[in-house]
């Protein structure tokens, strides 16, 4: 099983809201991240979580809070977010932290209004 | 701070021509990946090239890298219409395992 799947697929949420993103691998990697995608941009690093622990945080506002609550998930909790946090929202895990390859997940389309 | 610079950022060709896009770093790379984003799609790993001139085909796709490690190019010979889609070129900041994406390449293909 080489997938990582993300949901919900799309997500719709006022700025008062609190929601989370769901990521769920089962390929055994150590490594886990949350990239950001705005329309027509590559993707941008928020965290990544290796071996469960918190590794890099590309200084996200704390609206953004990142879960690991073990080896085989990833969430991404939502609060008070802004319209501009509005993108795709996407979850990847590696063997272990990069050098390896990456697999993406399909990605939450997010809109915030 | 550390940028990844892609050309062409869109590339129009005619089924059947090649294509070429440019990565260009400003520090010296580590490592190279190249991902595939197909439209509405996610990013899907290609290749990872380590060593300084290294060249590895797969099949119409052809990836180098270059011999002072700072720059990469992917080649594909005889575009077909499942070639479509946006070409990044990913490598890791500076004494980190970090990834920067590059700015990338849409490929369009016209039948």
């Known amino acids: 099983d080489t997938e990582v799947t993300q949901t919900p697929k799309h997500l719709v949420m006022g700025m008062t809201n609190k929601k989370s993103l769901k990521c769920e691998q089962h390929?055994?990697?150590?490594?886990m991240y949350w990239y950001k995608q705005k329309a027509k941009k590559p993707p941008e690093l928020m965290f990544v979580?290796?071996?469960?622990?918190?590794?890099i945080n590309e200084s996200v506002p704390s609206r953004f809070s990142p879960e690991c609550p073990n080896s085989s998930l990833l969430n991404l909790h939502l609060h008070a977010l802004q319209p501009e946090d509005s993108a795709l929202y996407l979850c990847?895990?590696?063997?272990?932290?990069?050098?390896?390859?990456?697999?993406f997940g399909p990605g939450t389309r997010l809109t915030v209004t | 701070g550390q940028q990844v610079m892609q050309i062409p950022q869109y590339q129009h060709v005619q089924e059947g021509e090649d294509f070429t896009t440019y990565c260009n770093s400003s520090t010296t790379l580590s490592n190279i990946q190249w991902y595939k984003q197909r439209p509405g799609g996610h990013p899907v790993f290609l290749i990872q090239?380590?060593?300084?001139?290294e060249v590895k085909k797969q099949k119409r796709l052809t990836f180098q890298f270059g011999e002072a490690k700072k720059n990469s190019s992917l080649h594909i010979t005889a575009t077909q219409t499942t070639d479509v889609g946006t070409y990044f070129c990913?490598?890791?900041?500076?004494?980190?395992?970090?990834?920067?994406f590059g700015t990338g390449t849409r490929l369009k293909v016209l039948a």
């Open positions: 090239l380590v060593k300084s001139g």
């Open positions: 979580y290796s071996y469960e622990k918190l590794s």
């Open positions: 990847a895990s590696s063997q272990t932290i990069i050098p390896y390859e990456q697999y």
């Open positions: 390929m055994g990697h150590r490594a």
């Open positions: 990913a490598g890791p900041t500076s004494g980190t395992y970090k990834y920067i």
